[in-house]
């Protein structure tokens, strides 16, 4: 179907060929004239031109014709579009607005019953976190916050004086400290490279601080109670079943009650030797047994003291000898230029004994595990609070602190 627009366009070319039509028709008129005043002109040549000349006219007619008539059914086609499908398109558009209009209409007010609906949800909630806010108590939260981290470490005491132990005793602190000695900084050791590594998490909880490690062993022995009252809720309810099954076993098979009564007995047994445990171990942190005292050192605390930041870093069997040597005298030369070193003095020409007050886990390779009440041979006495000692066939590093050397 065409538009309008294209019945302009046929309009616009019928009226081209009229015009070159007219135009030509005009063009043989003037030929014909021109040969007409000829006095040279035949009358073969004249018939001629005279029919050339109707045959322009001719076309001419048939174009002006053509050009009326696609006038005329141009113009129709016009008046039906502005007076007519112009019209009714405006009508749809306006209809269509209006619906648009009636949409957006409902949707403000849908909009607004729905905020009317959900405002008074919003209020409550604000209301509720208002009322959380104001319950918020700073010195409460600050004591919770300490309760939950807390070591339960003692402050630790004054450091006590060191007394000089003369020329022989004393020269092994002038000995340099090596690559391979505990906290070096060369890269090779465990904590060469930042630290301590951190310890691995124990059954017993034994890794942790004091007072820690107390909760810890509240919450296990909790948690075991509440598995052994759940597995006693299953046996009372299979020794019912037992009962009902075997004065009717249509309802169910006894032996296979009996066989989960067997393996709940099993797991009640385990869960007691269990709850045993923990609780001796939770009686044990929070009572800990007291260390005899010798006559010249005591016990001021139940609680392990912290041990130092980091033990020396000469502190290896390679670089700490009782036996003297004329080159590690103090004042050699090749010590004069040296940076200041960590103090190593041996604590005398008999190896002496001590006993451990405090259980210490080793964090790096050069550090030595021992529980509390372990017999140690003390080898050397470092500086920073360390000791080098040895138990059994194994030698390393402890804390100063956590041992209580014999009098020879």
Known sequence: ???????????????????????????????????????????AKMEKLTQILRGKESAQESAKNAYILQLQETNQKRRLHFESEMPQVFNELQTMNAARMDKFKALLVTYAECNRKVFPIINTCLDNITQSANKVNSTQDNQQLVEDIKTGFPIPGDLAIEEYQGKENGKAGKKKPSSSSVGGGGGGGASGGGGKAKAEPKEDFSHLPPAQRIKKLEAKVKEVEAAIAKA????????????????????????????????????LEALGVELEKFQSLLAEAKNP?????????????????????????AANKKNIS??????????????EDDEPEEKCVAVGDAVRSGMMLYAFTGQTEDELSVDANDQVRIKHDLSDGWLRVQKGSKEGLVPKAYVQIHDE
């Open 322 to 335: 009782t036996t003297p040597s004329q080159e590690d005298e103090w004042g050699s030369d090749d010590d």
């Open 232 to 267: 006693n809720a299953d046996k009372t309810a299979m020794e019912k079943m037992q009962t009902i099954y075997s004065a009717n076993p249509a309802l169910g098979d006894v032996k296979q009650v009996e066989l989960s009564l067997q393996s709940t007995h099993t797991k």
């Open 289 to 313: 047994k007291p260390v005899a005292e010798s006559p010249k050192s005591s016990v001021s605390s139940l609680s392990a003291p912290a041990p130092p930041k980091s033990p020396p870093k």
């Open 1 to 43: 179907m065409c538009s309008v627009y294209h019945w302009v366009w046929f309009n616009v070319q019928a009226k081209k060929q009229y015009e070159k039509a007219s135009e030509e028709a005009e063009a043989a008129g003037i030929i014909r004239d021109k040969a007409d005043q000829d006095p040279n002109s035949t009358r």
